[in-house]
């Protein structure tokens, strides 16, 4: 939502400041500066990353106009789901996981937002599953950590293409311009006022591919950046909950540890965990 605010922004300050000074909006439409650019970007693009990348990309700088999925409720949700999952182990025994891992019970344990999150869902479940075999607590945590160190590697791609993107548009702005210059060249013939408005739109070429890069792709790519560090936060306190429940830590010290591991600005009171569990125990 505030990269749908922050583009309003952009673009008000930008057209208000130039018809303020006495610019005229309409020179500014310049449609086939448009298609050189944002053609020659996309092809770039398409070009210069593979096919998963791609749709990782569109998904995820899309992704940036909707909220975080890793908010203040999410944790929360985490929160209670381990120590639900805890206090199963606790009293049935890790044997007893085999019936929820690949079953419906799961849902049993955790809450639809998780569920939801295939990702996320399927990094406990493997790590559950390890832990069904009897895995000892230093082995499954360095697999966590390998398996993480992965996923923040593929995390990266997408961010490095919209970067690439990025750095690119100015280029292809030039190019735009440079084509109009062209244009105006070899329209010598013309009157003052006719090659004026050809040099104009020559240079509504270079503006376009610096407004594009720096007011409108590079910030998602700063908030593509923030979200997976975001998400990789949420896998590291789950990581946490796997290995206290691995190590037989208690439900309730199971979810102190995890909460440590939550941001500041997102990690729920100990009050407000102590109210969730006492109402989810009620619930039970």
Same mark, same amino acid.
């Given at each position: 939502?505030?990269?749908?605010?922050?583009?309003?922004?952009?673009?008000?300050?930008?057209?208000?400041?130039?018809? *303020?000074?006495? *610019?005229?909006?309409?020179? /500014?439409?310049?449609?086939? @500066?448009?298609?050189?650019?944002?053609?020659?970007?996309?092809?770039?693009?398409?070009?210069?990353?593979?096919?998963?990348?791609?749709?990782?990309?569109?998904?995820?700088?899309?992704?940036?106009?909707?909220?975080?999925?890793?908010?203040?409720?999410?944790?929360? @949700?985490?929160?209670?789901?381990?120590?639900?999952?805890?206090?199963?182990?606790?009293? @049935? *025994? =890790?044997?007893?996981?085999?019936?929820?891992?690949?079953?419906?019970?799961?849902?049993?344990?955790?809450?639809?937002?998780?569920?939801?999150?295939?990702?996320?869902?399927?990094?406990?479940?493997?790590?559950? %599953?390890?832990? !069904?075999?009897?895995?000892?607590?230093?082995?499954?945590? $360095?697999?966590?950590?390998?398996?993480?160190?992965?996923?923040?590697?593929?995390?990266?791609?997408? &961010?490095?293409?919209?970067?690439?993107?990025?750095? *690119?548009?100015?280029?292809?702005? &030039?190019?735009?311009? !440079?084509?109009?210059? !062209?244009?105006?060249?070899?329209?010598? #013939? /013309?009157?003052?006022?006719?090659?004026?408005?050809?040099?104009?739109?020559?240079?509504?070429?270079?503006? /376009?591919?610096?407004? =594009?890069?720096?007011?409108?792709? #590079?910030?998602?790519?700063?908030?593509? $950046?923030? %979200? =997976?560090?975001?998400?990789?936060?949420?896998?590291?306190?789950?990581?946490?909950?796997?290995?206290?429940?691995?190590?037989? &830590? #208690?439900?309730?010290?199971?979810?102190?540890?995890? %909460?440590?591991?939550?941001?500041?600005?997102? %990690?729920?009171?100990?009050?407000? =965990?102590? @109210?969730?569990?006492?109402? #989810?125990?009620?619930?039970?």
């Amino acid at each position: 939502m505030l990269v749908i605010v922050g583009y309003v922004v952009i673009i008000g300050a930008i057209m208000g400041g130039f018809i *303020g000074g006495g *610019g005229h909006p309409g020179v /500014l439409f310049q449609p086939f @500066e448009f298609v050189i650019i944002i053609g020659a970007a996309v092809g770039a693009f398409v070009c210069g990353n593979s096919l998963p990348v791609i749709k990782a990309t569109l998904a995820e700088a899309t992704g940036t106009l909707k909220a975080a999925k890793s908010n203040k409720a999410f944790y929360l @949700e985490l929160l209670l789901s381990f120590n639900a999952l805890s206090s199963k182990i606790r009293k @049935e *025994g =890790l044997l007893s996981l085999e019936d929820i891992i690949d079953g419906p019970e799961i849902e049993t344990i955790f809450t639809p937002s998780i569920i939801k999150d295939h990702h996320l869902l399927e990094f406990i479940r493997d790590n559950l %599953r390890l832990m !069904v075999t009897g895995i000892e607590a230093p082995a499954l945590e $360095e697999l966590m950590d390998q398996a993480l160190e992965t996923h923040h590697e593929d995390g990266h791609a997408p &961010i490095k293409a919209i970067k690439g993107l990025a750095d *690119g548009m100015p280029a292809f702005g &030039i190019v735009a311009a !440079v084509l109009g210059v !062209v244009h105006t060249m070899e329209s010598v #013939s /013309l009157p003052p006022a006719e090659l004026g408005k050809l040099i104009a739109a020559a240079l509504v070429g270079t503006f /376009l591919g610096i407004l =594009l890069a720096y007011g409108f792709i #590079s910030p998602v790519a700063n908030v593509m $950046e923030e %979200r =997976l560090e975001g998400a990789g936060n949420v896998y590291k306190c789950a990581q946490k909950g796997l290995l206290c429940c691995a190590k037989a &830590i #208690s439900p309730t010290m199971t979810a102190e540890y995890m %909460r440590a591991m939550i941001p500041s600005n997102l %990690r729920p009171s100990f009050a407000e =965990l102590d @109210e969730q569990l006492k109402a #989810s125990k009620n619930k039970s």
